[in-house]
């Protein structure tokens, strides 16, 4: 039986395994084409709208597939969902199919063994340079100890208190330090590693982009053999694959290795030790100095910005302290772990800091806060070298496409227009009926200066007309700040502003108040979901464009007109539909939500390619008289 037809018939049982289940057209529909890509091993592209029921679609295909499938996601809710409650009601639907799983998070999220060993068995070095503040107390370090004693995931998530990121970074390695099984003497009881080890006999895995775009850029070394990867929330992954592709030269990492080198004080003595950390301060002060100088400044030539000597300076006193940690002898099992992942830290540190005083080509530089950032501009060619050659991949979101478009999504990642099929399903959900999309046509444009005040005057009208129930959706802190005081001036419902509260708690409190008002930046425009009565309004302050001066962006622009493309419609027109339709997804969640989305930039109106974007948004009737509005909410 074809791999179509065991999905045909896995989805029925899946179906009838839920209360009051019924086939959605969307939801088959994308399990075949799900299927039919895995099976005849071509590329997928697939926007699937709202409640479409998605991860059941591509989970199904990819359990009842040959050989392990990887599921990718850019949210840590989104991981938790699947291996917590997807995957173990697909256990128990499709008994007769027995299948396993497991996720594999970055090493970070790990306790790590070699790291407890060095906090309770090296002697601490007082004064050491670089050092922060430390917020760890022996006795926290102690009960995390004792508790990874007995635990068998050793997993952040698992422990059942609250741990301040000082404390764990204590126990915790990241990818860069982490010198793997064979040359940690930890790596037969690694936690990082036992969940590899479960990965590599699961059906299954569950990662995360950065983790995957780590792997691809260590050349496919991080996690397990496979031949299919499925990436959900696919509109996230230019994002995260540029960060994963390159890096940072920022002062954390000058502390981090100034902190791992506390061990070489039992084999190299306290006067070398401190020799090499005054060298290192030295040479990262000179660094930090040279960045100030270029602050928001893209990095054409590191020679030419007054960077590369101190870059190049910076690196030999890494190299120094590199070649100190191989020549010390270990008489511990704590000492050798530490000297291992000191030579990985070193390594990493010295190679990123030669790489960063002569910029290769196709890559953009800038400083941004002290820190120095190296990204590729073009994701596509990457993807298409490390992933697309050799894994049969599959893309989805509820906002893949631009103007209706998948194009423009499949060039960005570097997927062949000719040979990957490109597939947009429908939501059950009936927009006409349930929502609408009101654009302020009348207001002035974002950069007049009198917008501000006239998308104030609009956003309390809006309100009222709610009664609360409204998510303010904003793209600066600016404009959050002015809407806030604003609404504070309101009766009649509660106003939650994002920085308030934790996020956790901020949506819990919007949830559980019907006529609460949450103002929030653009970290509340995807992920949220907060169906019912309590969310009816979303407000978007203005079109989330790219920032015009932001270093990477300006080098894909530049990057598309050399290919002799028109870089607003490639570049910026994508991105800002991608994210709008976002934004405007928060809105409609169940077949019995109802309400509106304002856009309050009037260029959706009065620029051509206002249709584009409102091509990209849930198919509600778009209106621009106020009046009309006020009648819908109230209904």
């Known amino acids: 039986m074809s791999l179509l037809h065991k999905s045909r018939s896995a989805l029925d049982q899946v179906v009838a395994a839920k209360p009051g289940g019924a086939h959605r057209a969307g939801q088959v529909e994308m399990a075949e084409a799900v299927a039919d890509a895995l099976e005849g091993e071509h590329h997928l592209l697939v926007e699937a709208g709202t409640g479409t029921g998605k991860s059941f679609a591509y989970l199904i295909p990819a359990i009842l597939t040959e050989g392990p499938v990887v599921v990718s996601t850019a949210t840590k809710s989104l991981q938790d969902q699947l291996d917590r409650r997807d995957l173990p009601f697909l256990a128990e639907a499709l008994a007769d199919h027995p299948f396993s799983w497991a996720t594999v998070k970055g090493r970070q999220s790990y306790v790590c063994l070699a790291r407890v060993a060095e906090a309770t068995a090296l002697e601490p070095s007082q004064g050491d340079l670089f050092a922060e503040p430390s917020e760890t107390a022996g006795s926290d370090i102690e009960r995390i100890a004792r508790w990874a004693q007995d635990h068998p995931t050793g997993d952040r998530d698992d422990y059942p208190e609250a741990i301040a990121d000082a404390v764990w970074s204590e126990v915790s390695v990241s990818g860069t330090e982490c010198p793997g099984r064979e040359a940690c003497p930890f790596g037969d009881e690694c936690f990082a590693m036992a969940a590899l080890d479960r990965a590599a006999s699961s059906d299954v895995v569950i990662v995360n982009h950065h983790l995957y775009g780590t792997h691809l850029m260590a050349d496919k070394a991080v996690l397990p053999a496979h031949d299919a990867a499925i990436f959900d929330e696919g509109h996230r992954l230019q994002d995260t694959f540029a960060s994963a592709f390159g890096f940072e030269i920022a002062p954390w990492r000058f502390r981090q290795l100034a902190r791992a080198t506390r061990y070489l004080r039992g084999v190299a003595g306290s006067k070398k030790t401190d020799q090499l950390l005054e060298a290192l301060d030295a040479a990262s002060h000179a660094l930090s100095t040279a960045l100030e100088s270029q602050e928001g400044a893209r990095i054409a030539d590191a020679q030419e910005a007054g960077l590369h000597a ?63 950032s190296v990204a590729p501009i073009d994701v596509g060619s990457l993807v298409a070298e490390h992933l697309l050659a050799d894994v049969t991949t599959v893309v989805t979101s509820a906002t893949l496409s631009s103007g209706g478009s998948l194009v423009p999504l499949a060039r960005t990642l570097g997927f062949s227009t000719d040979s990957t099929a490109g597939v947009r399903v429908t939501s059950p959900f009936d927009f006409a009926e349930q929502g609408r999309i009101y654009v302020a046509a009348s207001l002035p444009e974002p950069n007049d200066p009198a917008y501000a005040d006239a998308a104030v005057d609009e956003v309390q009208a809006l309100v009222a007309a709610a009664g609360g129930r409204a998510l303010v959706l904003t793209t600066s802190y600016r404009m959050l700040d002015r809407f806030a005081d604003a609404l504070a001036g309101l009766d009649g419902f509660r106003l939650l502003v994002q920085g308030e509260l934790p996020k956790p708690r901020l949506v819990s409190e919007f949830e559980g108040d019907e006529t609460s008002v949450l103002v929030a930046t653009m970290g509340f425009w995807e992920g949220l979901d907060v169906p019912g009565r309590a969310l009816e309004l979303v407000v978007l302050d203005r079109l989330p464009f790219p920032r015009p001066d932001d270093p990477l962006w300006v080098a894909r622009r530049e990057a598309a007109e050399r290919d002799g493309l028109q870089a607003f419609m490639t570049v910026d027109l994508p991105r800002a539909a991608m994210l709008t339709a976002q934004g405007a997804g928060r809105l409609i969640r169940t077949t019995t939500d109802r309400g509106v989305v304002a856009i309050l930039d009037s260029r959706v109106a009065r620029r051509r390619y206002g249709q584009t974007i409102l091509r990209s948004l849930p198919p509600m009737p778009v209106v621009t008289d106020s009046a009309a509005v006020a009648a819908f909410l109230a209904s």
């Not at 002898?329 to 704590?334: F, G, I, K, N, P």
């Not at 000297?339 to 530089?365: F, M, Q």
Request: hydrophobic share 45%; net charge positive; charged share 20%.
């Open 310 to 372: 101190p870059l190049i300076s910076a690196a030999r006193a890494v190299g120094r302290i590199a070649a100190e940690a191989r020549r010390g002898a270990t008489a511990t099992q704590a000492q050798t772990g530490a000297k291992a992942r000191l030579t990985r830290l070193t390594g990493h540190l010295e190679a990123d800091l030669t790489i960063a005083a002569s910029i290769p080509e196709g890559n953009v530089a800038w400083v941004n806060r002290g820190s120095l």
